[in-house]
């Protein structure tokens, strides 16, 4: 009988791929060059025929978010309206506030987010699995693009970081993802915390010392310090701030400032830290 | 040219489902969770020409994914070999197959396949996986891979009988 044969066979062939699996991952883990190259090398070569997929299967794709996200859309829609009227006077009172912080820096000559040069990009492909949170971007090292470097969208809202880069592709960790980790700070706490990932569609989580102006509203921003991206950028909102029980800290909840489904077009910033 | 255009099927079938989880799942969500197309052909692979081809397929597509993940690289593809070599060998046994045999075992491999990873991100020093979406995913990645297995295996079958053949 054919059958049993081949499941008698198949013990050393799982033993070899088993092996070799353990293998892969003990030398990725050691930083092993070729793992790396070949990512590059398969975000090149994935790119033209993404892209030719993307153009053709583009009607079946939104058909597929069309209905898988339709009783969102609506929901969402109503409430976008809303915030829409109040953003469009609270943008008054902000522009010029902005102004001033400008023309203040410039007196003091502080280098400010709209010193650092960027690169614009669109994003070719969402988050397409559900162990990470990365996007890829139609720039690479072509660009002036590295590892490291923060992406944002709107100016100064956080996206993530570049992770990878090829000769024209960049792959982006989302700060939604469990491996994104940033420095952040709030308006009148004198603690900076760490902010992290933890998951697609949850906000991020922080914590900080108990402190009263620690509250849902409240911004988000890089500290600078004790983190790889510069100061200043949006980080998100205060959503959630619990005292942890027993302990003088505060689990702090802090959604995102960007609609990381619906990123179409993000900025990287061509920054590295200082050594 | 034959014998190469039949030894190519498999490949052929791993690069259409990377270049459909790149393009299509990303944008299908439920539950903040999405499908494991490549998953789903490694498994369907084991029910279509048993453990040892399952494993090698399975292994190829954990292969492919990996290297569109920042994952450790070979996570996916241990994962993946070890649950179709356990499938194909249930479906050794078994020579009177029902209809809803093949959903019901990818269904519920596949729903094994994304603990196991999680488990082995863990052990690897990644425990970011061990929560509770990890448990929609696994609903998620269950539920769509049990929905689309008659194709899936439908398709492997064709892909491994060049195999097949050679082997009888």
């Known amino acids: 009988m054919a059958q049993p044969r081949l499941a008698g066979r198949s013990r050393p062939t799982l033993a070899v791929l088993v092996l070799l699996s353990v293998t892969l991952i003990t030398l990725d883990s050691r930083g092993w060059g070729p793992v790396d ?27 597929i978010s069309g209905i898988s996200g339709y009783d969102d859309l609506r929901r969402e829609n109503v ?20 102004a001033q912080n400008e023309a203040l820096r410039g007196l003091l ?57 090829s000769g024209s592709r960049a792959r982006v960790r989302l700060l939604t993802d469990p491996a994104f980790s940033a420095g952040v700070s709030l308006p009148e706490v004198p603690e900076i915390g760490v902010a992290s990932g933890a998951g697609a569609d949850r906000p991020l989580e922080v914590s900080l010392v108990d402190d009263p102006a620690t509250r849902p509203g409240v911004i988000v921003v890089t500290s600078g310090e004790r983190s790889l991206l510069p100061k200043d950028l949006i980080v998100g909102t205060v959503t959630e701030a619990v005292q942890i029980e027993g302990e003088l800290s505060l689990r702090v909840r802090v959604e995102p400032a960007v609609d990381l489904t619906r990123l179409e077009f993000v900025a990287v910033l061509l920054w590295k830290p200082a050594e | 040219m034959t014998a190469l255009a039949n030894g190519l099927r498999v490949p052929v079938v791993l690069v259409v489902a990377l270049v459909l989880q790149v393009v299509l799942m990303g944008d299908f969500r439920i539950a903040g969770a999405t499908g494991d197309l490549l998953l789903l052909v490694g498994l369907a692979a084991a029910v279509a020409g048993g453990p040892q081809l399952g494993a090698i397929t399975a292994f190829s597509a954990g292969i492919l994914t990996d290297l569109t993940l920042t994952t450790p690289f070979g996570l996916s593809a241990l994962a993946a070999c070890l649950v179709a070599w356990a499938v194909g060998r249930l479906q050794t046994g078994i020579w009177r197959p029902v209809w809803w045999m093949s959903p019901a075992t990818l269904g519920i491999a596949s729903a094994a396949a994304v603990a196991l990873y999680a488990l082995l991100a863990a052990v690897v020093g990644n425990s970011g996986l061990l929560d509770r979406q990890s448990l929609v995913a696994m609903a998620v990645v269950g ?12 398709v492997m079958r064709w892909a491994l009988r060049p195999v097949a053949e050679v082997r009888s």
């Open chain 1, 37 to 63: 190259s070949l990512r590059r090398t398969t975000m090149d070569l994935l790119a033209p025929v993404a892209d030719t997929a993307d153009r053709v299967l583009a009607p079946a794709r939104d058909a």
């Open chain 1, 79 to 98: 409430r976008l309206r809303d915030e829409l009227q109040e953003l469009r006077s609270a943008q008054l009172a902000v522009d010029g506030v902005r």
């Open chain 1, 109 to 165: 000559d502080l280098p400010g987010l709209a010193a650092i040069p960027m690169v614009a990009a669109e994003v070719t492909t969402r988050p397409t699995s559900n162990v990470d949170q990365t996007i890829e971007i139609n720039r690479g090292s072509g660009a002036g693009i590295e590892v490291g470097m923060p992406v944002v969208a709107g100016g100064s809202l956080l996206v993530g970081r570049v992770v990878e880069v």
């Open chain 2, 143 to 154: 539920g769509l891979n049990a929905v689309m297995a008659p194709a899936a295996v439908r």
